[in-house]
């Protein structure tokens, strides 16, 4: 939207950063930080799609959100089903990716090359072909959000792979962002949040969460509803592209 417009739609009374009436894709929306991000594009005014490989979780987050939300079976693992999924969703507005299973927290020698390119499937692959399909169905106007994590540039012992996909997914980004222009393409890196992801990842979750926070600046770690207005930021300010939104407590000083 050129500067003239931008101005004459705000003479106008129509809030050219508005998400009313806006279709949001949120890949990963039925739990944590999706399904806050699902929750408050729906307070904005928007229609969601929440997506996720789980039916049940499906049926369940859909049933939740209500109204203008609509839910929809995805396994990111799998090439076909992406961009199926994408072809049954049509055009929209923005594409939000929170999709990841649990955390493979483990030293570099217990590795196994299956676990680790596992991980990438979901996390990098899954996010890199959502974007390849998403792309030519967003209308003008529109915007990619990725996930990535702190441990990008605050990585812990036995964290080589989320760290390398997080940085991943921070690179890809960007180039995106170059590629994609005038679309628009964003990370989020979120802090520790407390969601259902800690539950799969570590063996005493209230503990870990607890440990965590007392650690950093804000002494405690974020809620899901924290990190999905960062989203909610990169996705309504048509200023913002090709950056990196963190949420973190302040864990890149500590
Ligand atoms: N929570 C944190 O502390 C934290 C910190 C840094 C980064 N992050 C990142 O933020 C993102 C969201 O995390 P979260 O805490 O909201 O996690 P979460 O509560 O566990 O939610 C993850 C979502 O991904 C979906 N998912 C998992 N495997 C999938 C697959 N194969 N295909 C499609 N969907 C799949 C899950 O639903 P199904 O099980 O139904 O598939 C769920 O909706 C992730 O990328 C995570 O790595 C989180």
């Known amino acids: 939207m050129a500067v003239a417009e931008f101005r004459h739609r705000i003479d106008e009374g129509t809030d050219p950063m508005s ?10 929306g039925t739990s944590g930080i999706g399904f806050a991000v699902a929750r408050q594009a729906l307070a904005a005014g928007a229609d969601v ?14 049933g939740r959100l209500g109204g203008r939300a609509e839910g929809r079976r995805l396994d990111v693992a799998d090439d076909d089903a992406i961009a199926a ?12 990716y929170t999709a990841g299973e649990s955390l ?5 020698a217990d590795t196994t090359p299956q676990e680790a390119r596992g991980v990438f499937e979901r996390r990098f692959w899954g996010a890199f072909l959502s974007a390849k399909h998403a792309a030519p169905r967003l209308r003008d ?3 990619i959000t990725f996930s990535s994590g702190v441990l990008a540039v605050r990585p812990l012992s036995g964290t080589a792979l989320a760290a390398g996909i997080t940085g991943g ?11 994609l222009a005038p679309l628009r393409v964003n990370v989020i890196r979120p802090g520790v949040i407390s969601t259902e992801l800690w539950d799969g990842s570590v063996p005493d979750p209230e503990g870990f969460l607890e440990g965590a926070g007392s650690a950093l600046l804000t002494r405690r770690v974020g809620t899901a509803e924290e990190a999905a207005a960062a989203y909610l930021f990169a996705l309504s300010n048509g200023y913002v592209t ?9 864990a890149a000083l500590v």
């Open 19 to 28: 998400l009313t009436g806006k279709k949001i894709v949120i890949i990963g």
């Open 242 to 250: 090709g950056t990196t939104v963190a949420v973190d407590g302040g």
């Open 104 to 108: 493979l927290i483990k030293p570099l």
């Open 85 to 96: 999924f994408f072809g049954r969703v049509g055009e929209f507005d923005h594409l939000v």
């Open 169 to 179: 997914v921070e690179a890809l980004s960007r180039a995106l962002a170059v590629e």
């Open 141 to 143: 106007g529109g915007s």
């Open 49 to 62: 799609v929440v997506a996720s490989s789980s039916q049940e979780r499906v049926d369940a987050a859909a």
